[in-house]
């Protein structure tokens, strides 16, 4: 999970969002785990590759287990 760590996006004014979706599919497709498909390994991944006040709005704004596919 370091490689998400290295790619994190806050939310900045000086961030893409879309560099950001890129590179983190780039690294989501490095992990794979017997009988979990790639779209439930990204919706995994995709809070980890957060910080700052991108992972505030994901964790306070978007209801759990409401994303369900990618």
């Known amino acids: 999970m370091s490689q998400l760590r290295d790619i994190q996006f806050s939310g ?4 893409c969002p879309i560099d950001h979706l890129r590179n983190f599919g780039d690294i989501a497709h490095c992990y794979q785990v017997k009988n979990v498909n790639p779209d439930q390994m990204k919706l995994y991944l995709f809070p980890h590759s957060l910080t700052g006040k991108a992972k505030t709005w994901w964790w306070s704004e978007i209801p759990e287990r409401t994303v369900t596919n990618w």
């Open 12 to 15: 900045k004014v000086n961030e």
